[in-house]
């Protein structure tokens, strides 16, 4: 496993986007797994920032995000969809049609599921996921258990979650219950996984993830044996680690 670890989030973000440049400089047409929440925002911004100074296209790239509130609609703005557009989709080059992310406020999310299935399984296999992690362990939103569903499914969110994602709501009690997910399947099917951990709180999780034993109690495990995984961290969410230091 490829472990970096960053002095400061800044590096690291420059890093990933460099990273990501690189790999649609070499596939034009890069099939993307997205992720949400706090830790991509700096690679986002950073993204943008390469698109704008005429770096970065993302013209023929497509994007697959691994998650999606359920019961909020797509307008909310703390719907996954709407974080998407404000973080990056609304100010980089990519195609409508090549935009593709669950939709949580559909009245048959059973559906919804198999819908996203078979659009992976048309992708045949995303060129690059990119990955965040709960303190949990979760990956996309799946929550330890003590089994995994490998398929696209609907999730009922941990308190742990809720609370920890609640910082984006107004009040606590308005993060939905429930979510779609991407399994550990299509999750660990890509060919590449760009890691990302950024803070002090992950810290502990990271050293469960990546030094503890395999366990669906703690999905973001799995990913050990993913055979080309690049983990980038900053120093705080790497203080953890005990043997799996490089620093940058
Ligand atoms: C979101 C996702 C989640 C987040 C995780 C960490 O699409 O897949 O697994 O990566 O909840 O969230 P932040 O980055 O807010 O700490």
């Keep these: 496993m490829n472990v970096k670890i960053f002095e400061k989030a800044e590096q690291l973000n420059q890093y990933a986007a460099t990273f990501i440049t690189q790999q649609i400089k070499i596939k034009p047409n890069l099939k993307m797994g997205m992720a949400t929440g706090r830790t991509p925002i700096g690679?986002?911004?950073?993204?943008?920032?390469?698109?704008?100074?005429?770096?970065?296209?993302?013209?023929q790239v497509s994007m697959y995000n691994l998650d999606e509130y359920i019961g909020l609609p797509r307008q909310h703005d703390q719907s996954f969809y709407s974080f998407m557009k404000r973080h990056l989709i609304?100010?980089?080059?990519?195609?409508?049609?090549?935009?593709?992310?669950?939709?949580?406020?559909?009245?048959?999310?059973?559906?919804?599921?198999?819908?996203?299935?078979?659009?992976?399984?048309?992708?045949?296999?995303?060129?690059?996921?990119?990955?965040?992690?709960?303190?949990?362990?979760?990956?996309?939103?799946?929550?330890?258990?003590?089994?995994?569903?490998?398929?696209?499914?609907?999730?009922?969110?941990?308190?742990?979650?809720?609370?920890?994602?609640?910082?984006?709501?107004?009040?606590?009690?308005?993060v939905p219950s429930y979510a779609i997910?991407?399994?550990?399947?299509?999750?660990?099917?890509?060919?590449k996984i760009l890691f990302i951990a950024l803070g002090k709180e992950k810290a502990e999780i990271i050293q469960e993830a990546f030094e503890g034993n395999i366990s669906t109690w703690c999905p973001g495990s799995l990913l050990q044996l993913h055979p080309d995984i690049?983990?980038?961290?900053?120093?705080?969410?790497?203080?953890l680690l005990t043997y799996n230091k490089s620093p940058c």
């Design 43 to 59: 690679l986002y911004e950073e993204l943008v920032r390469q698109h704008i100074a005429g770096a970065l296209s993302f013209s």
């Design 90 to 174: 609304n100010h980089i080059d990519v195609k409508r049609h090549n935009l593709h992310i669950p939709n949580g406020s559909v009245a048959n999310m059973n559906e919804e599921a198999d819908r996203y299935d078979k659009l992976l399984l048309q992708a045949e296999q995303l060129d690059l996921q990119i990955l965040g992690i709960g303190t949990n362990g979760h990956i996309g939103f799946n929550e330890p258990d003590q089994k995994l569903i490998g398929g696209t499914h609907v999730v009922e969110l941990t308190n742990e979650t809720k609370w920890a994602n609640s910082k984006d709501f107004e009040k606590a009690e308005d």
């Design 181 to 191: 997910t991407m399994g550990l399947r299509d999750i660990m099917r890509s060919k």
């Design 230 to 239: 690049m983990v980038l961290l900053d120093k705080e969410a790497a203080s």
